[in-house]
């Protein structure tokens, strides 16, 4: 059983960076798929995006593309989202998730973070 604690979120101004993490426990994430999805107000969670096992291949919604990276580092079981030239409408709840498979796209997580709220002024 794997347990997700995120970090890093907070309050930061149009244009400015955030780096979130998700750091696991209670077993390994090094051959899952793991992913970070949000869920602004009144709308539904939304995929953001994703890396295999190696991260040999990473996945991102158009909404993020070019401004959030997503990496691992399997050797300390976290993962993290840089979130750069951020922007108001990124405003959510930030969650990561994990896949028991190697790579592909989920259609859905097996474990999940509790959260993190990221909020862009301006």
């Known amino acids: 059983q794997v347990q997700l604690v995120e970090s890093g979120g907070g309050l930061v101004q149009a244009g400015g960076s955030l780096r979130l993490s998700c750091a696991a426990s209670g077993g390994t994430i090094s051959f899952y798929v793991m992913g970070w999805l949000r869920q602004a107000p009144g709308k539904e969670r939304e995929f953001i995006a994703a890396?295999?096992?190696?991260?040999?291949?990473?996945y991102y919604a158009d909404s993020v593309r070019g401004r959030f990276t997503i990496s691992r580092d399997n050797a300390k079981n976290t993962v993290f989202l840089q979130m750069n030239s951020l922007k108001p409408e990124d405003t959510a709840v930030y969650y990561c998730?994990?896949?028991?498979?190697?790579?592909?796209?989920?259609?859905?997580?097996?474990?999940w973070g509790q959260g993190t709220q990221v909020t862009v002024s301006s």
């Open positions: 890396i295999s096992w190696n991260a040999g291949h990473r």
């Open positions: 998730a994990a896949a028991r498979r190697l790579e592909g796209l989920p259609e859905r997580y097996d474990y």
